[in-house]
């Protein structure tokens, strides 16, 4: 149930979207592994995601970018999503996860939305190609992170102002011109 009335963002809501976010992305993550092992034992392998040039994991797959931690970054999805889902489950369940959890995830997904984001410029820069698996982990990050901010902010878990902006009305006697010259509000 949501601290704010009515809010749009249940726990209902936040649970079913982090679950079924990280089982699309964790599978995603899981069948780039896969194609990343058969290019390494046979490096003439096309990929089931090479479709044509410009989708084509196979060429995005042979690039450092695909290996930014010295490893392939699918490990990190294939590591990760199963906490999305874990805590989806676990909010689907009713259970009611602490503070810091939830600043984890934030944190989790702040450094998430960071590579996907940087993935996404490289890949469409730089690389020239886009790796459909790839593009469906960065959807998925990108909706996990959004649902996972809006439950802390809807929590209070998150410092944000009340709604309407302001805390307090400014004082009267002070004016944008004055307020150069020491007036405070």
Known sequence: MSVLRGSPISDRLVGWVLTVGGLLGGVAAFVLIVEKIALLRDPGYTPSCSINPILSCGS???TPQAEVFGFPNPLLGVAMFPVVVATGVAVLGGIRLPRWWWL???AGTILGIGL???L???SLYRIGALCP???VVW???IIVFSYTTLHNLDRGHLPAPPPGGRRSPPSPACTPRSRWR???S
């Open 182 to 184: 020491g007036c405070s």
């Open 116 to 118: 996907v984001h940087w």
């Open 139 to 141: 959807v998925v990050t």
């Open 120 to 122: 996404f410029v490289q």
């Open 133 to 135: 698996y790839c593009m």
């Open 60 to 62: 995005v797959m042979n």
């Open 104 to 106: 984890s995830m934030q």
